[in-house]
């Protein structure tokens, strides 16, 4: 079956800069999507198509991709953004749709 | 604004059957995709499968064999049932209204419920 991997955690401080990545075989042809997770809440999407932000996402969110990893990069980091953050993707014929297994951002 | 709002029993008994409703409200089931997703507690989101509006499915491979989705447009409600249950079910189970991509061929969720704990266990 297709996966997706991510680090389980990437730590920042205040104010810089933070890259999660996702890792994925169809990603070359398939978008990846990323959703942000606080404690006890539902995920919210964040980044879609690789790098469209939907509306009332703060502009600090944005992504990317090329080859088989797509980045979501979090620049000038608040404290408000620690939470885990998933990216997810279809297999390349776009059959199901699976997770990465989540990366715990720590703002520092 | 549409909401999704999950409901069902918190509690099923191993190798019974799992069973939630989703109820939109807000706006139509019509013309959207919905899906069930689920996250085991302390674990990351694995989707189950999704239904349109006309009652077209697709699931998840590896649960398909339990998994049935279906819709009732005159309620604005959708459902899951996933049978013979074990103690590996056990999550929060969220319903989420899907955006298609026609090229190249995918979705992806932008409209959640809160989620509802389901924990098996006799």
């Known amino acids: 079956s297709y996966e997706l991997t991510q680090p389980p955690s990437v730590s920042v401080s205040p104010g810089q800069t933070a890259r999660i990545t996702c890792s994925g075989d169809?990603?070359?042809?398939?978008?990846a999507y990323w959703y942000q997770q606080k404690p006890g809440q539902a995920p919210v999407l964040v980044i879609y198509k690789d790098s469209e932000r939907p509306s009332g996402i703060p502009e600090r969110f944005s992504g990317s991709s090329s080859g088989t990893t797509g980045t979501l990069t979090i620049s000038g980091v608040q404290a408000e953004d620690e939470a885990d953050y998933y990216c997810q993707s279809a297999d390349s014929s776009g059959t199901y749709v699976v997770f990465g297994g989540g990366t715990k951002l720590t703002v520092l | 604004q549409v909401q999704l709002q999950e409901s069902g029993p918190g509690l099923v008994k191993p190798s019974e059957t799992l069973s939630l409703t989703c109820t939109v409200s807000g706006g139509s089931i019509s013309s959207y995709y919905w899906s069930w997703i689920r996250q085991p507690p302390g674990k990351g989101l694995e989707w189950i499968g999704y239904i349109y509006y006309s009652g077209s499915t697709n699931y998840n491979p590896s649960l398909k064999s339990r998994v049935t989705i279906s819709v009732d447009t005159s309620k604005n409600q959708f459902s899951l049932k996933l049978s013979s249950v074990t103690a590996a079910d056990t999550a929060v189970y969220y319903c989420?209204?899907?955006?298609?991509?026609?090229?190249?061929?995918?979705?992806?969720?932008?409209?959640w419920g809160r989620g509802t704990l389901v924990t098996v266990s006799s």
């Open positions: 989420a209204r899907d955006r298609m991509v026609v090229t190249p061929g995918s979705w992806y969720f932008d409209l």
């Open positions: 169809a990603l070359p042809k398939q978008y």
